[in-house]
Structures are given as C-alpha cells and as structure tokens.
C-alpha cells in the first residue's frame, strides 16, 4: 500500500537566520499509484461516498495538516 | 551561479529569406509555453522540490535558456535585414512601431509574455505541469515547422523538439523518484 505523504529534509546552511523547518511534506495522492483503475474495487456505502467525495476507498486520500501534528516525520 | 559559452547549443542557419517565419517563432520566445516561462518557471520550482529533484530543475531550466537564444537568432537572422514594408506584409508592423529590429518577449499573437500557471510549491502539481509544458512546447515546434518551409530552420526545430521530448521524460522519471516510498530500494 502506496503512502499519501512523504517528507524530504532540505539543505539546512548554518547562517539560515531562522529556525529549521525539517523535514517537509509533500502528497503523493493514491491516483498516482492507481493507474488504470480496476475493475471491481471495493465501494463504499452510497451514503459514505456522499461524505467522503468518492465511491472508491482505493481513491480515497484525505489531506490533514502535516505540521499540526507533534510527530513530524511520521505519518 | 552560471558560466557562459559564447556558442549555441545546435547551430542555427537560416535558408529562406521570410520574415513571416518570425512572426511564428516568436511564440517560443515570449508565449505561454515558451523557452523563457521554461527557463523561469523551473529554475523558480527548484527552492521548494525535494533535493534530489533540485539538480534537474537546474540543469533543464539552465538548458531553456540556451533553446531560448538560438530562437533569438533565428528571429534576429529573419527580420534584420527587412524594410518596414517586408515587416509590415509579415504581420510585423505593430512590432516595429513598439520595438523596431528589436526581438521582445511575446507572443506569435502579439500578446506581451505572461508566464501563466507557475509555481505552485508542491512538487507532484509543479513536475506535472512541468510534463504538460514540455508537451505543449513539443507541438508548438511541430505546427511552426508544418508552416515553415526552410529546411534549414526545421533542421533546428526538430532538435529543440527532440529536447522537449527528453526533458519530458525527465520529469516524469522525477515524479517517479517522488512517489517513492521512502527506505526502500530502487529496481530498474
């Protein structure tokens, strides 16, 4: 199973005038990985696929803050 | 920091006297889709791209403004020795009013450069439209040979189209480097 979130730690000089920010996120939503979407896949309920935007769990990549959360780097 | 050698990347000889041809050539100038929003859009994307992506951006953004230069000559090559007249019959006469013999970033449509979309600061939206720019770029140069008749100047053009199918390929390969799980080893 493909993640929806990685991180990169960029160059960092020691003359940067403020504080880190390390690592960085980026997405890499499931349609990236999907490719031709097969037949069959698992659904959801009709009313799940109202809320959710998408009647494919496989599809489905909700987008939290990366940097609300205490543990960065882990996702 | 950049080095300059006083060469172009491909030589640039033009056969036919046709100052029309200009007109077209200038849309890889200044347009949209052009050598210079290239250059600027991907040596700009390189500050926030993961850094095994940022040598890329670098090398292809630093390669746009080679591409660039060689339409300057052909442009430059095309209208210098026109009269006003030869100009004008071209479609030209608004340039020369705005800008004489100069070359000038805009469009075949005479609209002045607009770098359009960008950056967007997240790396899969700005190589994917890096791939979308690459691909629009490639069939610019394609409908300008189908209207130019200077095989000399094609000759030219099919190199710079070459190019775009490779920087194309690139940037897909990088998406592919980005949606890499991370610890994990690289099969080819």
Same mark, same amino acid.
């Given at each position: ?23 960085? @996120?980026?997405? =890499? +939503? ?9 037949? &069959? ?16 769990? @496989?599809?489905? =990549? +909700? ?9 960065? &780097?882990?996702? | ?188």
């Amino acid at each position: 199973m493909s993640t929806s979130r990685k991180w990169y730690a960029p160059y960092i000089s020691p003359l940067d005038p403020c504080p880190p920010l390390s690592p960085i @996120a980026y997405e =890499t +939503p499931a349609q990236l990985y999907l490719g031709f979407q097969p037949q &069959g896949l698992e659904q959801f309920s009709p009313f799940d696929a109202l809320v959710h935007g998408t009647l494919w769990p @496989a599809l489905f =990549t +909700p987008y939290t803050n990366p940097y609300q959360s205490k543990k960065r &780097g882990e996702f | 920091m950049w080095y300059y050698e006083k060469k172009l990347q491909y030589p640039v000889r033009v056969g036919i006297c046709s100052p029309k041809l200009a007109k077209f050539l200038i849309e890889q100038y200044g347009g949209t889709d052009g050598e210079l929003a290239a250059a600027l859009r991907y040596l700009n994307q390189r500050y926030t791209i993961p850094s095994r992506v940022i040598g890329l951006l670098n090398d292809i953004g630093t390669e746009e403004f080679a591409h660039l230069e060689m339409i300057a000559t052909m442009v430059y090559k095309l209208t210098k020795d026109a009269t006003p007249e030869q100009l004008k019959e071209a479609g030209l006469g608004d340039h020369y009013v705005d800008h004489g013999k100069s070359v000038y970033y805009h469009n075949a449509a005479g609209q002045k450069f607009d770098m359009g979309l960008q950056s967007k600061g997240d790396p899969i939206a700005d190589l994917y439209e890096d791939i979308a720019a690459e691909e629009k770029a490639r069939s610019t140069y394609q409908w300008i040979i189908n209207l130019s008749d200077d095989p000399q100047i094609n000759d030219a053009l099919g190199f710079l189209r070459e190019r775009e199918n490779v920087h194309s390929q690139r940037f897909r390969e990088a998406v592919e480097l980005l949606k890499e799980e991370q610890g994990q080893k690289r099969v080819f």
